[in-house]
Structures are given as structure tokens and as C-alpha cells.
């Protein structure tokens, strides 16, 4: 292009392919700063996420107590998941099962016995 400004004395030719690097450099720093704020501000990637975390643990009868899901770089995500079962596994089981349906870079499951619920006489 500034060849063509050069030999048809386009003096306009210049700025504007300023004006256009500037705007592709202004969409490239906007998705990083998307991107890079969502980790920083550990945002919940997808509440969909979220859900089928706790269907998942749910399934076999036990209980979610709490669940933090959050984004530790590009595709990376954690979890912390505490729940609540009368009849508690280890957490390697509950961390085999979530890893089958939801791959996370670092899980912690916290595992909290609770008396079975009686059925009324």
C-alpha cells in the first residue's frame, strides 16, 4: 500500500493503514483483557458447569453442600466441592466420577457424614 501512495501520490494511504492497524490491534488487546480479567476475577466459566457438577454428584443420593467453581487459565478450570452423604465414600471415588464427566485441572472434594433421615412411625 504505500507503494500505491508512493506512484499515485495517495497520501492517505499511510494514515489509514494506521487507523487499520491500530483497530486490529485494539481488537486483539480487547479479547486479552476479556480473557485475562475473567481468570483474574475468577469468574464462574459456565453455570451449566456448575450443574451438571452437582446432577453428577446428586445421582447417587448425596448431597452438595457447597460448590466453588472457578477458571485458573484458558480451558483450565477448579473446583471445591463439600458434600453431604449418609453413606460417604472416599473422596478419590467422588473425584473418579466428576473427572468421567467434567474434566478440571484441581478438584478438592470435602466429604461430610450425616445420619440417614427415618422415615416416621
Known amino acids: 500500500m504505500m507503494l500505491a501512495g508512493r506512484f ?14 491500530g483497530l486490529v490491534i485494539a481488537r486483539w ?15 464462574v466459566p459456565d453455570p451449566a458447569v456448575a450443574a451438571r457438577i452437582k446432577e453428577t454428584i446428586e445421582a447417587d443420593g448425596d ?24 453413606r460417604p465414600r472416599d473422596p478419590a471415588h467422588y473425584k473418579a466420577v466428576l473427572n468421567d464427566v467434567i474434566p478440571l485441572s484441581h478438584l ?14
Do not use: N, Q
Open 108 to 121: 478438592t472434594v470435602e466429604v461430610h457424614r450425616c445420619a440417614p433421615l427415618r422415615e416416621a412411625a
Open 8 to 21: 499515485y501520490g495517495w497520501l492517505w494511504v499511510d494514515p489509514l493503514m494506521g487507523i487499520v492497524g
Open 29 to 43: 488487546s480487547w479479547s486479552l483483557m476479556r480473557g485475562a480479567g475473567a481468570v483474574l476475577l475468577e469468574t
Open 63 to 86: 448431597r452438595v453442600a457447597d460448590l466453588h467453581l472457578w477458571r485458573v487459565g484458558p480451558d483450565h478450570m477448579a473446583a471445591i466441592v463439600s458434600l453431604v452423604s449418609d
